[in-house]
């Protein structure tokens, strides 16, 4: 089975910001800020992550809500920005 971004966005979600708690229900369009997934530090780590493992250099403007606040958002825009992967 492929693993993919959105798996390692979700593994990362749960492992980093719901301590491994994967019984929590979190819906792929689930809004990580309005349900106090991550606040402004859990962003930064987000973002390092989705740099260090999909090779994408994040500026300012792509680090909005409209990219990162659910793990669909989070995915697409990894998929619209990523080098082949």
Do not use: C, Q, W
Request: aromatic share 8%; hydrophobic share 50%.
């Amino acid at each position: 089975m492929m693993i993919t971004i959105k798996d390692k966005v979700r593994a990362f979600i749960v492992d980093n910001f719901l301590f491994g708690d994967t019984s929590y229900e979190l819906a792929d369009t689930a809004s990580l800020i309005e349900n106090d997934i991550i606040d402004s530090t859990a962003v930064v780590e987000l973002v390092a992550f989705i740099e260090d493992t999909f090779g994408i250099a994040m500026v300012d403007s792509d680090i909005v809500p409209a990219n990162l606040d659910s793990i669909d958002r989070i995915s697409s825009f990894i998929k619209a920005k990523a080098p082949a992967v």
